[in-house]
């Protein structure tokens, strides 16, 4: 699933950080990971119904990926969806990501009961996919240093501190999805990079802020990244990002990827002032099964 992945890159908002969606909860479902084969046996596609992200993903081999397999998706959704609605890996209504350039794939979505949500009025929601180069920063450039006068950045200290990170995940994101075993999962993939794995000690001794990058070949991905409520607007997540993509570069990595709503402008901004610039303009649709 994930050799198909990163071969499918070009195509999905996802690039290089499938293991952390790989080590979600929704995987102690198998009932939520659907494969399919061609007639020799190899796999040309998947779908996971990811509850912690409300999120359909897929992924299609991109030779054979066409209109009939990719409804064919959906179809295993739908009734997937409706399958586990009364259960904890259920949810009233489901989000699946479209890049804006893939019309045949929204077709099918609109064919099959999914709705834009940039068409919500006041709820309209889309999303951005972000892209930046690494060849034009130095290893030694650290914008925002002085932010962190006072706190410590590191990387996370494994199974010791996953306690400590999903009170501060949830806090940060307002939701319940993190779990300690999820968490302690992610350190297990094969892709994890433990100096990838960063966060900041605030002056109370408390986690302040974290951000995970992941790395595959050439290319990387910040997710997830979230600062404290109460230490926002002080430049800490500028100085925690750039660290970030300094350790990027160090293992090779030459073009880094992030994925926001790009409602949240404060957010955007940040990226933008470390040198993202928007690739793709991101569709989100949504089905409701409540």
Known sequence: MLALAHA??????YVADWPYRFASWAFDQPDNVALWL?????????AVLQTPFWTLDYVMRPDVASSP?????????????RAVADT?????MWFVNVMMYQTERIRDLEAMGWANQADAGEDAWSKV?????????PLG?????????????RPLDGVREVEAYVALHRAVFESESMTPEWRARTLMQPDYAPDLDLVFVAPDGGLG??????????????????????????????????EGLRRLRAHGAERIFIETDNYRNAAFALYESVGFRTQHDVCVFRKDYA
């Open 141 to 153: 450039e650290r914008q925002g240093e002085g932010a962190l006068a006072g706190f410590t950045l």
């Open 69 to 81: 397999l990719h409804r064919a998706i959906l179809a295993w959704a739908d009734a997937q969806a």
């Open 209 to 242: 802020g974290f951000c995970v990058c992941w790395l595959d070949g050439a290319h990387g991905q910040v997710e997830p990244m979230g600062i404290r409520a109460d230490l926002r607007g002080r430049g800490l997540g500028k100085a925690l990002l750039t």
């Open 88 to 92: 904890r890996f259920g949810r009233p």
């Open 129 to 137: 996919l972000m892209a930046r180069s690494l060849t034009p920063l």
């Open 38 to 46: 061609d007639d020799a046996g190899e796999l040309i596609a998947w």
């Open 8 to 13: 499918s890159s070009a195509n999905n908002i």
